[in-house]
């Protein structure tokens, strides 16, 4: 069973910086494909960043290009995401996806909170 946990949310003023972690256990973490999804408040949740596996080039949704950066460390099992600049509209709570052999593990989510 793969386990997924977030940590790093917090509040922030806009401009300010947040940094995102995320342990996964599991024996195949470099065969992952990993992601960062976000939920904002009342609305569906979207997909900021993916950093796929096996040194597959990142990707990121427009709003965020720019701003934030994900990385992952196959060694230590981590994803992480680095925001920067961020802004109101970045307040979420902030979701890691490993995706592996058809199946979606998910972790419990870490809040981020940017007030203007």
């Known amino acids: 069973q793969v386990q997924v946990v977030e940590s790093g949310g917090g509040s922030v003023p806009a401009g300010g910086s947040l940094r995102l972690t995320c342990a996964v256990s599991?024996?195949?973490?470099?065969?992952?494909?990993m992601g960062w999804f976000r939920r904002p408040p009342g609305k569906e949740r979207e997909l900021v960043a993916r950093?796929?596996?096996?040194?597959?080039?990142?990707s990121y949704t427009d709003s965020v290009k720019g701003r934030f950066t994900i990385s992952r460390d196959d060694a230590k099992k981590t994803l992480y995401l680095q925001m920067d600049n961020l802004k109101p509209e970045d307040t979420a709570i902030y979701y890691c996806?490993?995706?592996?052999?058809?199946?979606?593990?998910w972790g419990q989510g870490t809040q981020v909170t940017v007030s203007s």
């Open positions: 599991g024996q195949s973490f470099s065969s992952y494909d």
């Open positions: 950093a796929r596996s096996h040194g597959a080039s990142p």
């Open positions: 996806n490993a995706y592996f052999r058809q199946n979606d593990y």
